[in-house]
């Protein structure tokens, strides 16, 4: 085999590679809302291979976020569950994470766990209060901000006016 024919072979199977990563990474969850992959939520920037090496580069919902040691210690851990063992994580503050980054899949996710989605990011300083956010519960519109912060930072109180149910929305960022 020549040279060309082993470059071709190589990049044809680190680009198999990849694609085996990016599928692993679907099985790991955020620890604060298990529902959600990381890949659902957007957090995984580029999957690298090289050789035997894998670098997963991660960005945080929130910088000092609390789960991304967590989420760190997952992906490395289901990685050499998978035969990975030359795992390096990066983390990558700028650009900072955006809600713009979960697909359509993990906010239809968030809404069936209880939690409502978030919502576009056309708001002024006060956009909580003025928001319109539907009940992930019963779907109604007559919602109510109870306090912006939830059960965690990067999620605000509402309650339902119409099923007085409580539940949290992700705010959008």
Not at 65 to 78: H, L, S, V, W, Y
Not at 87 to 112: C, F, R, V, Y
Request: glycine share 4%; charged share 20%; aromatic share 8%.
């Amino acid at each position: 085999m020549n040279t060309t024919s082993q470059h071709i072979t190589s990049s044809q199977a680190a680009k198999k590679t990849k694609k085996k990563l990016w599928e692993i990474l679907t099985t790991v969850t955020d620890p604060e809302i298990p529902v959600l992959s990381i890949i659902d939520l957007g957090i995984v920037q580029e999957v690298y291979v090289e050789n035997e090496n894998v670098e997963v580069t991660i960005t945080p919902t929130y910088s000092g976020c609390p789960a991304m040691d967590f989420i760190e210690i997952n992906i490395r851990k289901t990685l050499l569950e998978n035969g990975f063992d030359k795992i390096q994580i990066t983390h990558q503050l700028s650009p900072a994470w955006t809600t713009d980054w979960m697909t359509e899949e993990g906010k239809e996710k968030l809404k069936s766990y209880g939690i409502a989605p978030p919502i576009s990011k056309a708001f002024d300083l006060d956009y909580l209060s003025n928001l319109s956010v539907h009940c992930p519960h019963c779907n109604s519109i007559n919602t109510k901000l109870i306090s912006q912060f939830g059960s965690t930072a990067c999620k605000a109180l509402y309650q339902c006016e119409d099923c007085r149910e409580p539940f949290d929305y992700f705010k959008c960022h």
